[in-house]
Structures are given as C-alpha cells and as structure tokens.
C-alpha cells in the first residue's frame, strides 16, 4: 500500500464518530466486540463494520480467542498520520517565513 493510499484509510477511519469513540475507548485498554458495542447506540453488525474499517486503516488489531473477539490499538496506530501532519505545517511555517523574508525587503511607506 502506497503511503497516501494508507494516509486516505486514516482519516477515512477516523472520520466517523462511532469509530472515534471506538479508539478512545480502546486507548485505555483492550476491548472485546461486546464491550466495544455495549455504549454505542448501533447493531452489532454496523459495530462490526466499523471495527474493519479502523482495522484495514491500521488503527486496531483483532485476535480472537474461541468465540470472542478482542480489539486493541495498533502500536504505531497513528504515526504515519503524525508524520503527514507534520510535514504540512514543516511546509506551512517555511511558506510564512518565505513570506516574512519578502515583506521585510519591501521598501517602508513614508507618512504623507
């Protein structure tokens, strides 16, 4: 998978409030499927397709242990997202401080 391919699954997984709620939940600690549906107010099989899409976006990682299935975070869950971000304001600030450069050789304004 390309990174953009990997940075657009990112914020496709996190730009639902069901799933956000999932990894703030899951920030504190494993959760089984049960666990992780018990607050939300959705069916178990939406709950269940919201947990693929924070999978496939590489947010959380399942295990399944006889009939329960157990989410947890991804260690690295949001690195690459961080990393995208950072570049942009890396790239932002250099703009603005191209800018500043420019403004400050323009000759000053005399009152009239």
Same mark, same amino acid.
């Given at each position: !998978?390309?990174?953009? *391919?990997?940075? *657009? +699954? =990112?914020?496709?997984? !996190? &730009?639902?409030?069901?799933?956000?709620?999932?990894?703030? +939940?899951? /920030?504190?600690? @494993? &959760?089984?499927?049960?666990?992780?549906?018990? @607050?939300?107010?959705?069916? =178990?099989?939406?709950?269940?397709?919201?947990? +693929? #899409?924070?999978?496939?976006?590489?947010?959380?990682?399942?295990?399944? #242990?006889?009939?329960?299935?157990?989410?947890?975070?991804?260690?690295? &869950? %949001?690195?690459?997202? /961080? *990393?995208?971000?950072?570049?942009?304001?890396?790239? !932002?600030?250099?703009? %603005?401080? +191209?800018?500043?450069?420019?403004?400050?050789?323009?000759?000053?304004?005399?009152?009239?």
């Amino acid at each position: !998978m390309t990174e953009p *391919d990997n940075i *657009d +699954r =990112l914020f496709l997984a !996190m &730009a639902d409030p069901y799933r956000r709620s999932f990894i703030e +939940r899951l /920030s504190k600690g @494993p &959760a089984s499927v049960k666990e992780l549906a018990a @607050p939300a107010d959705v069916q =178990l099989p939406a709950v269940l397709k919201h947990l +693929r #899409v924070l999978e496939e976006g590489g947010i959380v990682v399942s295990e399944k #242990v006889g009939r329960v299935r157990t989410y947890r975070m991804h260690k690295e &869950a %949001f690195s690459a997202m /961080s *990393d995208w971000i950072e570049q942009r304001q890396r790239e !932002m600030n250099a703009a %603005f401080d +191209r800018l500043a450069d420019l403004m400050a050789e323009l000759p000053e304004e005399k009152d009239h």
